[in-house]
């Protein structure tokens, strides 16, 4: 793969994730190049600069990692895939974190968040997981799509070029909508309509 896709340019592993899937492949009969594969696509994410690609090559690099290497790789890529509209990746770290560290507020956050953007399979594993270590399950998510007053509003600011809006707060208001921060005004406007 890499001999064809590389004299071409195509080396983003946000749009061709050869080296990640090869990873997990690799990563019980040949570990250490399993780990090889997958610094290389965290490298390539990392000088695309797209905060989602980072976090899932992250993601995947705690998969193949030794065990004390997981929980820095995923609480990077926690807080990388926070900032962007890759809910489902999100999911994914946080159950992944939350399993390390054997934590039911993470994986009550990466069933919530699986919830919403209609991963049913992880969202159970992530409850069952919270169960299994002695949680409840978590509440209700608001309706699909539904939006606060105070998302819409930050929604809103940030449609209209705000730059001090940011964070996580906007990252699950654009995974609500379906879209990211330069579709926000269309997405609001969509929104609206069907609100009537």
Request: aromatic content about 2%; charged content about 25%; overall charge neutral.
């Amino acid at each position: 793969m890499d001999r064809r896709l590389s004299p071409r340019g195509i080396q983003n592993p946000s749009w061709c994730p050869w080296r990640l899937h090869l990873a997990r492949a690799l990563a019980a009969e040949d570990p250490e190049r399993a780990r090889d594969l997958a610094d290389g696509a965290v490298r390539r994410a990392r000088a695309f600069g797209a905060p989602s690609g980072i976090g899932q090559a992250l993601r995947v690099a705690a998969e193949v990692a030794p065990p004390g290497e997981r929980p820095a790789l995923l609480t990077e890529a926690v807080s990388l895939l926070s900032e962007s509209p890759a809910g489902y990746e999100l999911a994914l770290a946080l159950a992944a974190l939350g399993t390390e560290l054997r934590d039911t507020a993470l994986l009550t956050r990466a069933a919530v968040i699986a919830r919403e953007c209609g991963a049913d399979g992880l969202e159970r594993s992530a409850v069952n997981a919270v169960r299994a270590l002695g949680g409840g399950p978590p509440c209700a998510a608001a309706p699909e799509g539904a939006l606060t007053e105070e998302e819409a509003g930050l929604a809103r600011r940030a449609a209209e070029g705000d730059p001090a809006v940011s964070g996580p707060g906007l990252s699950a208001v654009c995974r609500k909508l379906g879209t990211d921060r330069t579709g926000l005004r269309e997405a609001l406007e969509v929104f609206a309509r069907s609100s009537r």
